[in-house]
């Protein structure tokens, strides 16, 4: 019976992982197995990366809002216990946009909101 040599499938499959490795250090790019090894890793970081991606960007909002509304003499926790008692539903990546992008119009939301806060406790 003839030997069965690793032919094509094999090479495809050599070629895919060194495809998916180029940019990678060292003979982490080259040679198969260092390239299979490193592939396995990479992909596990994209997988946990891609879920701690959202808190990162949860984090930038939050800084963001909170540098905005102490401009304004409010810290962040005080601006959005007053977002809910004006009942303002706004979810912070548009407030943080509207702090970079609209500064004048974050600060006609947070002095209607403060104001509105001042009227329910004088009341």
């Not at 005080?78 to 609209?102: G, P, W, Y």
């Not at 500064?103 to 009341?123: H, Y």
Request: proline share 2%; charged share 30%; with cysteine.
């Amino acid at each position: 019976m003839p030997r069965a040599k690793a032919g094509k499938i094999t090479h495809q499959r050599h070629k895919k992982v060194l495809a998916l490795t180029k940019g990678h250090r060292g003979s982490r790019h080259s040679l198969y197995r260092q390239a299979h090894e490193s592939m396995l890793h990479a992909l596990d970081y994209a997988y946990c990366h891609r879920r701690e991606r959202k808190s990162d960007f949860r984090k930038l909002w939050i800084a963001r809002i909170n540098a905005a509304a102490r401009t304004q003499g409010l810290s962040y926790s005080q601006f959005l216990a007053s977002l809910r008692k004006a009942n303002v539903e706004i979810n912070r990546k548009m407030l943080a946009d509207m702090a970079i992008k609209d500064p004048e119009g974050f600060a006609r939301l947070l002095a209607s909101v403060s104001s509105r806060d001042t009227n329910a406790k004088a009341a």
